[in-house]
Every structure is written in structure tokens, then in C-alpha cells.
């Protein structure tokens, strides 16, 4: 049984350079989130979907930042252009609706923006 | 709003010996969930154990409990019997239905077991 698949896990980029990262969720899971977390702001939500629709993205930093869900079983995050300071490890979580306290969340994209 | 507060930034445990996971809890909803979450080196994120404000019981989940005190607005992480594996780093975290499924974490807190 799969779990929160995410792509890649590790990325490095050169400052001003378009990044995508990308997220599938369970299958049959409903919600699918997006968080970043830093040493010094530990885990922020970003973005969340309910059914491919994005419901609160009051967590997205800035305009570079944009999250799609085309369909049910795939998310994309992407930053242009990226920053230094957008460095971090982004995790993408899924839940059922009904579940919605019980978050699956993938194993982290790594990005380093020198 | 929202806040959550874990005040131990690391913690040491003898293996077997149990230990408390402090988190303390801010909000004026009444219907809320509170949630702990380990990641171990890896950096994963795993779902130990979950309490609704309105459950009669301490939830439990396996060596997991959950010590919840409505009235102090805590929920205490308690892990029985430490084994070197729940080495990590443990988060607590909380939702409340003013702000849908959003969940809002504490800044967490680092457990050694010692062997």
C-alpha cells in the first residue's frame, strides 16, 4: 500500500531558477496539503485541497509561490523564481475526508537555493 | 487564535523508562483535535495519536497515550516503555473547526532515549 509519494527528495538550484516539486497522494484520500518547514519556523501550511479545489492558501508566502491539483492524484508546488530563503523541506500530506486529524504525509523534498 | 506551546526543547529518557512529552494548548473554539506527530533523523512525519475535544477518554495507541486535561488546556504526550527507536523529534499539533483542517504545530521537542 503506498503512501504519499514525493518528488524529488532532494533538489538544488541556483537562485532565480524555476522549481516544481511534486506530490502524489494516497489513492482515495480526499485532502492533500502542502507545509514547509524550516529551523526557524518549524511547520507552516502553505497550501490544502478538498477534492482538487484549493480551500486555504492564506500560507503561501509570497506570488512566486503557486500550487496546482489537476486531479486526484497528483499536486504540484512550484516557486519562480526561487530564493535563497525559500530553502527548506516541503512535505506533502493527505487525508480522508471524514479523517481529516489523521495526515499521511510523504517523505520531504529537500531544496537547497544557493 | 491558534497556538501551540511545547516548552521542552530535548528531552532524555532512559531506555524503558517512560517519559512526558509536555503541550499546551490555546483556543476559544470549543470543538477542536489535537494531534502528536514523531520524525525521527529521516525526516519523515508519522501520525502517532489523535484526541477530540470531546472524547470521555485518553487516547491511547499502543505505548502511546495521550494525557488530555481539558480544564489546563494540556495534552501531554506519554510513551511507555522508550525504546531507542522513538528517538526523534515529536510535534504537537492542533486544528480547530474555525480554521477547517489546517493544522498548526509547536515548535517541537527532542527526545534521546539512552540505552
Known amino acids: 500500500d503506498a503512501g504519499v509519494i514525493q518528488s524529488p527528495r532532494h533538489e538544488v538550484t541556483e537562485m532565480g531558477q524555476e522549481v516544481t516539486l511534486r506530490c502524489k497522494p494516497i489513492?482515495?484520500?480526499?485532502?492533500l496539503f502542502w507545509y514547509r518547514q524550516t529551523m526557524m519556523r518549524g511547520l507552516e501550511l502553505l497550501i490544502y485541497?478538498?477534492?482538487?479545489?484549493?480551500?486555504?492558501d492564506s500560507g503561501m508566502p509570497e506570488d512566486r509561490f503557486s500550487a496546482k491539483m489537476p486531479n486526484a492524484s497528483f499536486s504540484t508546488l512550484k516557486i519562480q523564481p526561487s530564493e535563497p530563503r525559500d530553502s527548506a523541506v516541503y512535505f506533502c500530506a493527505s487525508s480522508l475526508i471524514g479523517r481529516e486529524y489523521e495526515q499521511y504525509f510523504g517523505p520531504g523534498t529537500r531544496l537547497t537555493v544557493t | 487564535a491558534q497556538k501551540i506551546t511545547q516548552t521542552q526543547p530535548g528531552m532524555f529518557v532512559q531506555e524503558k523508562e517512560a517519559v512526558t512529552l509536555d503541550c499546551t494548548y490555546d483556543t476559544s473554539d470549543p470543538s477542536y483535535g489535537l494531534f502528536w506527530y514523531k520524525q525521527p533523523s529521516s525526516g519523515e512525519m508519522i501520525f502517532l495519536i489523535y484526541?477530540?475535544?470531546?472524547?470521555?477518554q485518553n487516547a491511547t495507541e499502543g505505548r502511546y497515550s495521550l494525557n488530555f486535561q481539558k480544564a489546563r488546556k494540556s495534552a501531554n504526550l506519554v510513551i511507555s516503555a522508550s525504546q531507542l527507536g522513538d528517538s526523534a523529534m515529536y510535534f504537537c499539533?492542533?486544528?480547530?473547526?474555525?480554521?477547517?483542517?489546517?493544522?498548526?504545530f509547536g515548535a517541537g521537542t527532542i527526545l534521546r532515549v539512552k540505552s
Open positions: 499539533a492542533m486544528r480547530d473547526s474555525k480554521y477547517g483542517n489546517k493544522l498548526v
Open positions: 489513492s482515495g484520500h480526499d485532502y
Open positions: 485541497f478538498n477534492n482538487n479545489v484549493p480551500i486555504d
Open positions: 484526541q477530540g475535544s470531546y472524547d470521555q
